[in-house]
């Protein structure tokens, strides 16, 4: 791998941190302001929908209905039945593999 | 000894160490398949600590986007550890250099199961089981991950992009408490799709990212939504566990 990302690595670690230890440092009514606890929140869901949409149908820059698709759904239903994270993730890898194996995919 | 393990934020944070530190396994098996190199995952594990960043890093980067945009996803992402960081700080009150310790293990399940209990003592010490213990796992599980994802061959085959899918909602779905945060989410991944044959690969993240501020930045709902971390290790009705931002705090 390029030495590019490596670059990328590090940096987003050493912000990672820095963002941790400045909820740490800051003076606590800065940051429990209540529109900052919102974007916070917001951006919190935000983004994990537009990783799993991203994932679910994007192959470069196309938008591709394939196998994945049937892994989000069998991964919403494992969730709808309370399964545990690692299990809901077998499942999505185990529907997204048999629609390929079955050709459906 | 026996003491310790008697108390029930030791024992909460113990198992939700192990829960949490197993899934590792397949952060390591997928970033792996995403195109990162061993150390590279292990780095990530080690020093970045936070699965949800974690795993958007490597979801830009295999999804053909370019470190820069992996990097500001992850960092998005990440924004609400600080939020845990004051509630912990205020909580803890931890000494220097401790402090440095403390800031790094601040995560979800630490952050849930410390605020999840109402004397200090206990506080105090659910965090640091809970953070310490999903330090451990969680980077021996992403190492046996990465190497064993390494020894798969080609990621497809297996429904590896498909269980990369099923993660994402994973970390997602304890999240979606109430109509807005379901408006959220639906319209930020509806923009993501419009978005993709548009701009390059991992930007329409940030895209919906703006669009998620904006809204939190308006909205007039309750303030912590989102916020609350994606593990409930009380999940018996415990008081305030999934509700770090809430006025339970003392």
Same mark, same amino acid.
């Given at each position: 791998m390029s030495t590019g990302l490596w670059f990328w690595i590090l940096l987003a670690c050493a912000v990672a941190f820095l963002t941790k230890l400045a909820g740490h440092l800051v003076p606590a009514r800065l940051l429990e302001d209540e529109r900052m606890t919102r974007v916070a929140g917001a951006l919190t869901i935000g983004l994990l929908a537009s990783l799993v949409a991203m994932n679910t149908v994007s192959s470069g820059q196309d938008v591709v209905l394939d196998a994945r698709i049937g892994a989000l759904v069998a991964a919403a239903i494992a969730l709808l039945l309370r399964a545990p994270f690692l299990v809901v993730v077998l499942v999505g890898a185990g529907a997204a593999a048999l629609l390929r194996l079955t050709g459906m995919g | 000894m026996r003491r310790f393990w008697a108390s029930p934020a030791v024992r909460i944070g113990a198992s939700i160490s192990v829960a949490t530190g197993l899934y590792g396994i397949s952060f390591g098996a997928l970033a792996v398949a995403s195109g990162l190199s061993v150390p590279q995952t292990l780095a990530l594990s080690l020093l970045m600590f936070t699965g949800g960043s974690q795993f958007a890093f490597i979801g830009v980067i295999s999804g053909g986007g370019t470190g820069a945009a992996a990097f500001g996803a992850a960092t998005l992402l990440g924004l609400r550890n600080a939020v845990y960081g004051t509630q912990i700080n205020r909580m803890l009150k931890t000494p220097w250099p401790l402090k440095l310790a403390a800031a790094h293990v601040t995560i979800d399940e630490s952050t849930a199961t410390a605020v999840g209990q109402e004397d200090p003592a206990e506080q105090r010490r659910g965090f640091w089981v809970a953070g310490v213990g999903v330090f451990v796992l969680w980077n021996t599980f992403s190492l046996l991950g990465a190497i064993l994802g390494g020894a798969l061959g080609d990621p497809a085959r297996w429904g590896l992009d498909g269980a990369a899918v099923a993660a994402f909602l994973g970390l997602l779905w304890p999240r979606l408490k109430g109509r807005e945060p379901v408006a959220i989410a639906v319209v930020c991944a509806l923009v993501t799709v419009l978005a993709v044959p548009h701009? /390059? /690969?991992?930007i329409p993240i940030l895209v919906a990212g703006l669009v998620a501020a904006v809204w939190g930045w308006i909205s007039h709902g309750r303030a912590d939504e989102g916020l609350e971390p994606d593990v409930d290790p009380y999940p018996s009705g415990g008081h305030g566990a999934t509700d770090p931002t809430g006025g339970e705090v003392r």
């Open positions: - | 701009l /390059p /690969p991992g």
